[in-house]
């Protein structure tokens, strides 16, 4: 389904509202925006947008290296957190078996 130009979702106008936010952090701080728009790019959503706002406005780093190092960080937690989560619908399931047995007449 093709949405018609101007006619953005609710998700697609947070992500660019957030997305101009960090623009504007990173800009702030002397660097260029296209490294904003990377690191938007990037962490993806608007949650790890504005956790990556909250370190440049707190930190206020000086050096690019610090501001790329923040985002790998944030997306390295993201990355373990949905790991975790899908270990654990994966054991859910297993338990589930465990206790139910497969659904076949042999169980």
Known sequence: MHQGKGKMTE??????SARDELIRSV???GFPEELGNEI????????AMYR???YLDN????????VVDEMLAIRSEIETWREKKAC???NCAYNEMLMN???????
């Open 59 to 66: 930190v206020r780093p000086k050096k690019v290296e610090l």
């Open 52 to 54: 990556m706002m909250a």
């Open 27 to 29: 800009t702030a701080l």
């Open 88 to 90: 654990e619908e994966a």
């Open 40 to 47: 938007a790019r990037n962490l993806g959503s608007p949650k």
């Open 11 to 16: 998700a697609q106008k947070e992500w660019t």
């Open 101 to 107: 047995g497969l659904g076949t007449e042999e169980d």
